[in-house]
């Protein structure tokens, strides 16, 4: 993240900085890891299989 994120953009103030470490965080990076409290599957694959069973 540092050498992508936060090295490329020292041009850019704090609250920016915070911005883009938030988004890269919470939209980019936890959407497409796998989490071993949801049975190693993404956010999204667990939401779907909660969404059908509620639609079942």
Do not use: D, P
Not at 8 to 20: A, P
Not at 33 to 40: C, P, Q
Request: aromatic letters at 14%; a positive charge; hydrophobic letters at 35%.
């Amino acid at each position: 993240m540092k050498t992508e994120l936060i090295y490329g953009n020292r041009l850019i103030s704090k609250e920016q900085m915070k911005l883009e470490i938030f988004v890269y965080i919470e939209i980019w990076y936890n959407r497409k890891r796998r989490h071993s409290v949801l049975n190693y599957k993404k956010i999204e694959e667990f939401n779907n299989q909660i969404n059908y069973k509620n639609v079942a």
